[in-house]
């Protein structure tokens, strides 16, 4: 099994695997399996993705529920119509920062798995084993499983009447059909994937689109009532880093790209121009749902609204409600497909890195898909669909997404100090990371301040995967070998023949 825990020095892949250049980097095995050899072509996950699907990718994980979600959240915090739409351009400015951080990271090096690599090469092999312990364990499958469960949600509004509740059975079976199909597509073709993506952020952009239409052009016309108007109440200062936290729930999902470096074509031009125009678009059409929103309901429609973006249509239109259905469940699907892309290539790098079974390291050889990495997610996506804590054990784990964020960018200033040779295709100012790591410092410390207890589960949690990766490494993964050679043989899968990276 290999293992390169922390020892290689990162430089890029230049461009797709099917060039010359790339040939002389990474020759191929002269061992390949029957498969290979009949088409001449090595079993290794392809150079496939373009800038379009890079930024579809992005712009696809990042605008989810959150959007629909956020802007109440930050009202109930700060109920300030000025005050609030200033925090969501602080949260767009310190999310770009980050994005920018991980651009220039993913151009850096060029191994997939995005921070699950960069906290292993910079901080050793612990910290990006617990990096993969909080992500299999709640983060990612809670997440994916809470967005399909959104989606379901409005999938079932439109063919019920408004007093008609729907029982939950219904909605926990459509989840269970949508995450079929989503991981079953990823389980056989990437390029179908992506282009499902494509199409999913295609769909959920024309659906903001048309949602943010009627209140610009009732804004354009005068309509800014809601916009003057103050507020009687005093605004607590406490409660703004609270209103900013919401916020940056509505912007994750950015870091998502890097995790996939070895399958982007040209990586080191296409990470950074994705990043920068997906959070242009991002932001941009963030500001200017949040104008149509205050620009036809009031802080008070919206604090006691249960569906922000349904009732601004309502209220503008109070007709072709089923265009909000479509959007919504548009959005969350498509940010639900966008993190079992990515994340399962972070489950398969930290298997080809040795900290994970080999099995779930391997590509089937007629796809050329990583399965078992990304059928590892199943089991877990289940558990979250039966527990009734899921929610629970997501807000638990929440501040460390921002822990490890902040460790990420961090490796920027490191290996600067202790790489200066590296190649770095982009570059980022250092005032970058340290404002980004600085803010992620502050959301850390502000979880640990608003609500201890959670927290403090938290990390009991995050830290419980040390005992299992001291017992992983000592036992577990040296005694994979027949049983993987069974499973190899039943779901016809090896290990990759070519290397995509270089070491």
């Known amino acids: ?38 088409d001449d072509s090595p079993i290794v996950l392809k150079r496939q993705l373009g800038l379009g699907s890079c930024i579809a990718l992005i712009v696809g994980s990042v605008i989810g529920s959150g959007i629909f979600i956020s802007p109440k959240g930050i009202l109930q915090e700060v109920p300030d119509v000025s005050l609030s739409l200033m925090l969501w351009v602080i949260c767009g400015v310190a999310n770009t920062l980050g994005a920018l951080c991980y651009g220039e990271l993913g151009t ?23 990096r993969i312990w909080t992500s299999l364990i709640a983060v990612r499958s809670g997440s994916i499983m809470v967005v399909l469960l959104t989606a379901s ?12 509740e ?31 993506q494509q199409f999913l952020t295609l769909a959920k952009v024309l659906g903001l689109i048309i949602i943010l239409v009627p209140g610009i052009f009732l804004f354009i016309q005068g309509n800014r009532d809601n916009f003057s108007n103050g507020i009687e109440s005093q605004i607590e200062i406490t409660k703004l880093p609270l209103a900013l936290y919401s916020g940056m729930y509505a912007y994750s999902g950015w870091q998502c790209l890097p995790q996939m470096t070895e399958e982007i074509k040209r990586p080191h031009r296409t990470i950074p121009v994705a990043i920068i125009i997906s959070m242009v678009i991002i932001t941009s059409l963030y500001l200017l749902v ?29 007709k072709m409600s089923w265009i909000i259905a479509l959007t919504v469940s548009a959005s969350c699907i498509g940010s639900a497909n966008a993190s079992i892309l990515s994340t399962s290539r972070m489950y398969f790098v930290s298997s080809r890195e040795g900290q994970l079974p080999s099995f779930f390291s391997m590509i089937q050889v007629n796809c050329k898909t990583p399965i078992p990495a990304i059928l590892l997610m199943v089991p877990f996506c289940l558990l979250c669909l039966t527990s009734s804590s899921v929610y629970s054990l997501i807000n638990y784990l929440s501040f460390t997404k921002w822990l490890f964020l902040g460790l990420s960018a961090s490796t920027i200033l490191y290996n600067r100090w202790k790489h200066p040779e590296w190649n770095r295709p982009f570059k980022v ?15 850390v410390t502000l979880s640990l301040y608003s609500a201890p207890i959670e927290c403090g589960i938290g990390l009991g949690l995050m830290l419980s995967g040390i005992p299992v990766y001291l017992i992983s ?8 070998s027949y049983i993987t050679t069974w499973l190899q043989k039943l779901v016809l899968i090896v290990q990759q023949e070519k290397c995509t990276y270089i070491d």
């Open 429 to 443: 100012p250092l005032l970058v990371p340290i404002t980004f790591v600085l803010f992620c410092l502050f959301l």
């Open 1 to 38: 099994m290999n293992n390169f825990i922390g020892q290689s020095v990162p430089l890029l892949a230049e461009d797709t695997t099917t060039s010359e250049e790339d040939e002389e980097l990474y020759p191929k095995s002269s061992k390949l399996s029957p498969a290979a050899a009949a």
């Open 166 to 196: 729907v029982p939950d059975i219904v909605i926990s079976l459509i989840t269970l059909i949508s995450m079929y199909c989503l991981f079953y597509l990823n389980c056989v073709s990437v390029k179908w994937t992506s282009r499902l």
């Open 290 to 318: 949040n104008v149509s929103y205050f620009t036809v309901l009031s802080v008070d429609d919206i604090l006691n609204s249960e569906a922000v973006a349904l009732t601004y249509w309502q209220s503008a239109f109070n």
């Open 473 to 480: 490494r000592r036992q577990c993964i040296g005694k994979q």
């Open 153 to 164: 949600v409005y999938i079932v509004k439109p063919l019920v009447s408004h007093c008609q």
């Open 108 to 130: 850096t090096y060029s191994k997939s798995g995005g921070d699950y690599v960069y906290l292993l090469e910079s901080f050793g092999p612990m910290v990006g084993f617990l």
